[in-house]
């Protein structure tokens, strides 16, 4: 019988974090203070984030430490499992070998539990006493929620009133695990109060929602706020998947042909394909490729420059590829892809020919997503199936060229609470966008 699950003990969960910066061909370019131009340097983000923060977002070392409690909280879910989809395989008659590594068996259904703990208590220590943050669809919120509970930290969210009225169960999440959430635009801010005034059905937006969070936390003492990707920091954190991937497909017996992920902001990217890239710069052969949403196109369509984090432009200006700070990207299920810009790391990647991109529309992820879930029984987060739609399209490539392959992708998350999505699909009401 051919292998199935490479499973890790929770003596494998890594207990360093591994850290590109240390390793990149050229330095990354600094982000910039808007007011000045000049870069911002640790004061200009003082009021926003914590010092632990701080200091890993501009750090080079290599690796850098777990904090043990963040690894006993990991240890909730970690290691998570690393699959090979031998029933897709079959499906596809390819003779590519197929692996996934599972983050949807985390408390929340995703990958970003990783980083939100680690953020948690490097504010714990700092001795914050509550996060602020903004949520789309709510994958974030409920991350943040849990591990502000797990770490004795108060936790405000507001998310986009859309999302609030038409995701009530991750607000359920949220509330459960006793976060405040607010519906973006609210009455908790002066900037929510102006919207309300202007239009009081306004439906907000991600944009809208970061700027509450900022506004909530520069007008209270001991709030900071808390970002769910982009920054390196979160980045950094998530590299304890591709981590394990490493070990497990040494299990295996194998190495990845090519590694793939989805990217909305780049952490689950990140997360899976850093680790690899460390081999790739060492001078193994490796293809890492990142999928995104052809109705979001930042990689394969962007331009790469200094731009906002926000559409408010209130944040630091970044290097980074970007679909300009003010693009409203359609409301496509996968909301966890749409951002207009990309993590300063990916870009550089990118921008550098370390890795591929690729775009692909939703009814094709629906439908790679509806595949894989019918062979390996995981009905994965709209999201994650771009990196699904990218792997079977690789495997049909070496079943074309008659060649073995050895893919690898990131599932960054199930979608069993996305199953409205799955209606739209099977009743044609998705559009291509
Ligand atoms: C948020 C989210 C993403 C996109 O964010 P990245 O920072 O690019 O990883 C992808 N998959 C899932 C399941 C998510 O919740």
């Given at each position: 019988?051919?292998?199935?699950?490479?499973?890790?003990?929770?003596?494998?969960?890594?207990?360093?974090?591994?850290?590109?910066?240390?390793?990149?061909?050229?330095?990354?370019?600094?982000?910039?203070?808007?007011?000045?131009?000049?870069?911002?340097?640790?004061?200009?983000?003082?009021a926003i984030?914590?010092?632990?923060?701080?200091?890993?977002?501009?750090?080079?070392?290599?690796?850098?430490?777990?904090?043990?409690?963040?690894?006993?909280?990991?240890?909730?879910?970690?290691?998570?499992?690393?699959?090979?989809?031998?029933?897709?395989?079959?499906?596809?008659?390819?003779?590519?070998?197929?692996?996934?590594?599972?983050?949807?068996?985390?408390?929340?259904?995703?990958?970003?539990?990783?980083?939100?703990?680690?953020?948690?208590?490097?504010?714990?220590?700092?001795?914050?006493?509550?996060?602020?943050?903004?949520?789309?669809?709510?994958?974030?919120?409920?991350?943040?929620?849990?591990?502000?509970?797990?770490?004795?930290?108060?936790?405000?969210?507001?998310?986009?009133?859309?999302?609030?009225?038409?995701?009530?169960?991750?607000?359920?999440?949220?509330?459960?695990?006793?976060?405040?959430?607010?519906?973006?635009?609210?009455?908790?801010?002066?900037?929510g109060r102006?919207?309300?005034?202007?239009?009081?059905?306004?439906?907000?937006?991600?944009?809208?929602?970061?700027?509450?969070?900022?506004?909530?936390?520069?007008?209270?003492?001991?709030?900071?706020?808390?970002?769910?990707?982009?920054?390196?920091?979160?980045?950094?954190?998530?590299?304890?998947?591709?981590?394990?991937?490493?070990?497990?497909?040494?299990?295996?017996?194998?190495?990845?042909?090519?590694?793939?992920?989805?990217?909305?902001?780049?952490?689950?990217?990140?997360?899976?394909?850093?680790?690899?890239?460390?081999?790739?710069?060492?001078?193994?052969?490796?293809?890492?490729?990142?999928?995104?949403?052809?109705?979001?196109?930042?990689?394969?369509?962007?331009?790469?420059?200094?731009?906002?984090?926000?559409?408010?432009?209130?944040?630091?200006?970044?290097?980074?590829?970007?679909?300009?700070?003010?693009?409203?990207?359609?409301?496509?299920?996968?909301g966890g892809?749409?951002?207009?810009?990309?993590?300063?790391?990916?870009?550089?990647?990118?921008?550098?020919?370390?890795?591929?991109?690729?775009?692909?529309?939703?009814?094709?992820?629906?439908?790679?997503?509806?595949?894989?879930?019918?062979?390996?029984?995981?009905?994965?987060?709209?999201?994650?199936?771009?990196?699904?739609?990218?792997?079977?399209?690789?495997?049909?490539?070496?079943?074309?060229?008659?060649?073995?392959?050895?893919?690898?992708?990131?599932?960054?998350?199930?979608?069993?609470?996305?199953?409205?999505?799955?209606?739209?699909?099977?009743?044609?009401?998705?559009?291509?966008?």
């Amino acid at each position: 019988m051919d292998r199935r699950q490479f499973l890790l003990s929770q003596s494998d969960i890594p207990t360093q974090w591994y850290n590109i910066v240390a390793d990149l061909p050229v330095p990354p370019d600094p982000p910039l203070h808007p007011a000045t131009n000049q870069p911002a340097g640790p004061q200009d983000l003082e009021a926003i984030f914590p010092g632990p923060i701080i200091e890993q977002e501009a750090s080079s070392e290599r690796w850098i430490p777990i904090p043990e409690p963040v690894l006993e909280g990991m240890a909730l879910w970690r290691p998570t499992p690393l699959y090979r989809a031998l029933n897709l395989e079959r499906a596809l008659g390819t003779p590519a070998h197929i692996y996934f590594k599972y983050e949807g068996t985390s408390p929340v259904g995703s990958h970003k539990l990783n980083t939100a703990l680690a953020q948690a208590y490097l504010n714990k220590v700092a001795g914050v006493k509550r996060l602020a943050t903004e949520t789309g669809a709510g994958q974030w919120g409920s991350s943040l929620s849990m591990a502000c509970q797990m770490f004795g930290l108060e936790c405000t969210v507001y998310m986009v009133r859309v999302s609030y009225k038409q995701k009530p169960y991750r607000r359920s999440m949220m509330h459960t695990f006793g976060a405040k959430v607010h519906a973006s635009p609210s009455h908790y801010t002066q900037y929510g109060r102006k919207l309300l005034e202007e239009d009081p059905e306004c439906p907000g937006s991600l944009g809208i929602a970061i700027s509450e969070a900022l506004e909530d936390t520069v007008t209270h003492k001991n709030v900071r706020y808390s970002l769910g990707s982009v920054l390196n920091h979160v980045l950094l954190h998530q590299t304890v998947i591709g981590q394990e991937c490493r070990k497990q497909m040494e299990m295996a017996g194998e190495y990845p042909d090519v590694v793939i992920g989805c990217v909305g902001g780049g952490s689950n990217f990140a997360g899976i394909a850093f680790p690899f890239l460390a081999d790739k710069f060492a001078g193994r052969e490796v293809r890492v490729v990142a999928v995104e949403p052809a109705s979001c196109p930042t990689l394969t369509k962007g331009e790469y420059r200094y731009d906002f984090g926000d559409t408010a432009k209130m944040t630091p200006l970044f290097k980074m590829y970007t679909l300009g700070s003010d693009f409203m990207p359609p409301s496509i299920h996968a909301g966890g892809l749409r951002y207009h810009g990309m993590a300063p790391l990916v870009s550089l990647l990118y921008h550098l020919g370390q890795i591929e991109a690729v775009a692909y529309d939703q009814i094709r992820c629906f439908e790679a997503a509806v595949q894989f879930a019918r062979c390996e029984g995981i009905i994965p987060a709209p999201e994650s199936s771009h990196a699904i739609r990218a792997a079977i399209d690789e495997a049909m490539r070496a079943k074309e060229a008659g060649e073995p392959r050895v893919i690898l992708f990131n599932l960054s998350g199930n979608g069993y609470l996305d199953l409205g999505a799955y209606d739209s699909y099977f009743s044609g009401h998705l559009t291509q966008a």
